[in-house]
């Protein structure tokens, strides 16, 4: 693929270059080259990026327009993208290494999720009257105000839509930073939506590193830092926002429990692992990491997992055939490298994988593993990997399954999979995480995601993703003024 050069934000409504920093340089996971190029705002970009969205928010017409007309807007955008969708796919391929068959069916996907926003918003109310003791009193919905919005590189053009267009439909004022190792493709969306129409400084793009992100998180005149990343990233974050009462949304790490009862299907399982833990390389913060089978079933189900993850093509991610990819980056590599080392010297066993795939040397590439043997107390049952590595481990009753699912300081996904519905309700209530799936790894855009414990703070996604970019004000009312707020 040719090299992709971006050399300019967009700051205020205009296409601004860089001052002197060096420019920020995008490697391709599968060949170890460069395949991009994008500029790194310093602290004078990011000012000016996060005044430019103030004063769209404090004094522009953006926040008080009708929600259909802020929608129709940002239909325009998402329509200007439609004969654009395999150039992003296959930008997207070539910047984190996701499969290109399974890149074109993600990035429609990314579109038809971003609709279904703007229809959730034209369908909240933004006034309510209650009627209560004290007179009629009004609840209004109004937008939160500048957000600085923080994106990882595990799904890159997906979560620029998730997170841009329910700020904005909302009537905020955004300053959206992409993670480093994968810019290029939010530049599709940034043009669209500034060839759709909106007001200068409405949506603001910034590229850079992690200083560029330390900087607009902790700006003033942010209100609000949504953010998707590790939990160490999402600790330091809320330190900062905690000082200032910025509010606060953090979509964090996991280490997802998928329960296998005795009755569950072998070939529901195996599917349900397969998209649950190996797909996009394992680099999902929901995956089921850890898969829990019956102790008196441990090699049947053992014999699951390690065929799921050996069924899996790794190679080049543009060939149609590659159903397995690399990881990002050299240090995800080596990070996921040096786990599968941790979990030998624990004593745990490699069933299958737990290397670099023969003749895939060049770039970031490791074959899909297996652990058996293990417990919930070692490392690699614990903490968060990131890449293709399971780790099986087995319970006497379903009790006990339960408490090692949730013997976790993460709760963010999880999943049983069993024949039984009754014992399915039973599970899915008693697992502590926040979101949930029954014989399935289910991402679901039209109900809310997020986590609780050490996976975060708040929700996206479904109507709740579009709330969360709301405030709320009570206007106490007299009789006279109750029709203005109906």
């Known amino acids: 693929m040719t090299m992709t050069v971006r050399d300019t934000f967009l700051i205020g409504g205009e296409w601004r270059k860089p001052d002197a920093q060096q420019p920020v340089t995008v490697i391709s996971p599968s060949t170890g080259k460069a395949v991009g190029q994008v500029p790194e705002a310093g602290p004078a970009e990011v000012d000016a990026a996060v005044a430019a969205a103030r004063r769209a928010f404090d004094a522009g017409p953006w926040p008080g327009m009708p929600v259909e007309e802020r929608a129709t807007v940002l239909e325009r955008a998402l329509a200007y993208l439609e004969p654009e969708l395999d150039d992003i796919a296959d930008l997207v391929t070539a910047e984190m290494g996701l499969p290109t068959t399974i890149a074109r069916q993600k990035i429609p996907a990314a579109l038809s999720a971003g609709r279904y926003f703007l229809d959730v918003a034209r369908s909240l109310p933004v006034s309510e009257v209650r009627q209560t003791p004290f007179g009629p009193t009004a609840v209004l919905r109004e937008p939160v105000g500048v957000v600085a919005s923080i994106a990882p590189w595990n799904g890159p053009f997906n979560m620029a839509v998730a997170k841009i267009i329910p700020a904005l439909v909302t009537g905020c004022c955004v300053v959206y930073k992409p993670a480093p190792e994968t810019p290029l493709d939010v530049y599709f969306l940034a043009e669209a939506l500034d060839r759709a129409g909106l007001p200068p400084g409405v949506f603001n793009l910034v590229t850079g590193g992690r200083e560029t992100g330390s900087a607009l998180v902790a700006h003033p005149g942010v209100d609000k830092v949504s953010f998707t990343g590790s939990t160490a990233a999402g600790r330091q974050i809320a330190r900062e926002c905690g000082g200032r009462f910025a509010r606060l949304q953090l979509e964090l790490g996991g280490k997802s429990a998928a329960i296998v009862l005795d009755d569950a299907d072998p070939g529901t399982v195996m599917r349900g692992i397969a998209a649950g833990l190996f797909a996009n390389t394992g680099q999902t913060c929901s995956a089921f990491s850890r898969i829990l089978v019956p102790a008196a079933q441990r090699e049947r189900w053992t014999d699951v997992v390690v065929s799921t993850a050996e069924s899996f093509v790794i190679g080049d991610p543009f060939d149609p055939a590659t159903t397995m990819g690399p990881l990002v980056s050299r240090a995800q590599r080596d990070r996921v490298l040096g786990y599968v080392d941790t979990g030998r010297a624990e004593g745990a066993t490699v069933a299958t994988g737990g290397g670099v795939p023969q003749g895939l040397e060049q770039g970031w590439f490791v074959e899909p593993t297996v652990f058996t043997g293990a417990d919930n107390s070692l490392r690699i049952a614990r903490e968060e990997i990131f890449g293709p590595v399971a780790t099986v481990l087995t ?69 709740e993703g579009i709330q969360a970019f709301h405030e709320l004000k009570t206007v106490n009312l007299t009789p006279a003024t109750e029709h203005l707020f109906a």
């Open 395 to 463: 319970y006497d009753s379903v009790d006990e399954a339960v408490a090692i699912a949730n013997d976790s300081p993460y709760g963010l996904h999880g999943a049983v999979f069993t024949e039984d519905p009754q014992a399915a309700a039973r599970v899915a209530r008693s697992v502590r995480t926040g979101t949930f799936s029954v014989n399935s790894f289910t991402h679901n855009p039209f109900a809310p995601f997020g986590g609780v414990k050490d996976s975060g703070v708040g929700r996206e996604l479904g109507p």
